[in-house]
């Protein structure tokens, strides 16, 4: 929705995913081997004539496409997923009765991995994170076996009649993160067959690429060497530069009372996976390779040399009367330079989640302070040869530096384009481009409504498909599905970012934002109320607390209460919505200078605002929700002279 004006280098909004996507493709990655029972390979005869029998029918008869061939692998697609999953299924089951009568050592036996992901079009050659996957998921299957990612099982669940067996997270080679697996159970019906098959549908061509969410399908002949894979997945022509990384060495307890102790080492255990799950383009030093500075004293130099760290977090614990307190500094560690520091007191009695919800505060203000860190040191122009990460956080310096604008969101996306073009599965550029189109929405009086929104689905989409355990994914997901009227769809979206990351204000806060849109804002106030308690720190998250108040009181009616928070976010955050919200109030109120004053203002940071434009940007269809506007808010509008139109 708005911009981040400090802190954080993306916001952590909350998303929620939906099983189908129109815009899925099912490339299929097919690697018939020889059988290496015994040390041999299959006949070359042999092989061929399962393509031909088998293989070949089986591809024409799903739509499958072969993209090329190397040697003696395949590489495959397919116009969806089911598609894939029933090509895969009947080669396996065809196989397996062309096997029943021959012996042992004379059998060939095919791998089989499904995956859906997104890949790169290159004329008519495909490649990307999603094949690469496919490849690794057909090498952790067994002989006549088919292993398939979980985003697979999850589309095909209920539209293909078999089961699953969940293999857990697999950590493989060459993938950073690791691979939830499923092995397809072969017994049982037939496969439904489909009526015809859907049109295929490509996104939109970028930068002479086209990208594509996509099933794909690995098969390989069982026993064949893993150094045969290279070769057949070929992958993006990824920089491969470190992005920027975070250090939390073992926090101190210099007092050294038990308690103390223990709670530092509690601070020091939970902060490096909470900022694991809040920071994305800064890399998080495994707690592991820091625990050996644990009594140390530390030269940062060297520390950050040995463990390739660009930030250390170094913090110390002591009791101040009955409440323990937290000191922290943030070093950058090429200059040895403190470049932020803050402290924060503890109380047992302070929330029922107590020291859970005490890291996730200190995490959150971490984060903050490298990513105001990381604006500061890539605000200059990219070198030529900038990483996708370094021109992702370079885009969020320039949309800094020209905030709330149009044209600062234009300047940006091509920082963020140029980010995806060197890695298309590189989630903070996704995400944004995301947000580069919704201040063009939000801010851009004639925005193309219809475009951008699909659009945003389209980029929110990929983006939990690529992660889904990050929480602004989710977030920027769930806004988009509340802005198409899928109010149940973004409510689970939002519930999902809530359990990423439980200690995150931003999911509190558009749950809050969905329940005005309900007409529920007395419970809007109460999930505020909820976010205020995890002492919000970014100028923008606070401005948010501001705001959500505010259209909750105003939706209640209580005007005076209303301006009051309003007031209060003008002063953390000047945007245009709250200027709209205190026209009304003021306007309700009788304060009818107030209100021209305010009127103007918004007619600056967004000319040609009128009713109707504002229904189109936050409307709802809930009743509740649209008497309640009607009776408070647009009458205020109207009474401060905005036209309908």
Sequence with gaps: MRRRAAGAVVPPNAIGSRLEHSNQRCPVSAKDIGDCHGGRHANGSTLKAHRREVIDPKIAEYGGRIVKTTGDGLLLEFPS?????????????????????????????????????????????????????AARLQALAEPGEICVSKVVRDQVLDKLNFAFEDLGSQKVKNIARPIEAYRVDLGGEALPRTSGLRRWQRLRPSLGWRWLSASIVAIGLAGIASWMLPQLWKTAPVHRTPSPAVAVLPFTAPGGRTDEVQFADTLTRGLTPALGRRSRSTRVVSQDLTASYAGKSIDARSVGRDLNATYLVEGEVRHVGERIQVNM??????????????????????????????????????????????????????????????????????????????????ETRKWFDEALRLDPSFVPAIRGRWQTLEYELDLGPKADTNRILQEMDELSFRAISIDNTNSGAWFERA??????????AALEANAKAGKVDPTNGWALNQRAGLMILAGQPQ????????????????QEELGWVMLQRCRAYMALGRYDEAIAACERDVALDNWWLPHLYLVAGYALTGKDAKAAAEKATLLQLRSGTSVADFKKLYYSDNPAFVQQMEAHLLAGLRKAGFPEH
């Design 479 to 488: 806004d988009t599905l509340t802005r198409q009227w899928r109010w149940e």
């Design 523 to 538: 419970e809007a106030l109460t999930l505020i109320e909820r976010q205020v308690a995890l002492d919000p720190q970014d």
């Design 81 to 133: 997923v089911v598609e894939a999953v029933r090509c895969a299924v009947d080669v396996q089951r065809g196989m397996a009765q062309r096997n029943a009568a021959v012996t042992h050592e004379r059998r060939i036996d095919f791998r089989i991995g499904v995956n859906v992901g997104d890949i790169i079009i290159d004329g008519d050659d495909i490649f990307g994170d999603g094949v690469n996957v």
């Design 329 to 410: 500094q943030l070093l950058e560690t090429a200059g040895a330079t403190q470049v932020w520091s803050d402290s924060l007191e503890f109380g047992q009695t302070d929330q029922p989640d107590g020291q859970a919800v005490f890291v996730g505060r200190l995490a959150a203000r971490i984060e903050s302070a490298v990513a105001d860190a990381n604006m500061r040191r890539f605000a200059g122009p990219p070198a030529p040869d900038a990483s996708p990460v370094e021109l992702t956080l370079h885009a969020y310096s320039v949309r800094y530096r020209d905030n709330n604008t149009v044209r600062g969101a234009l």
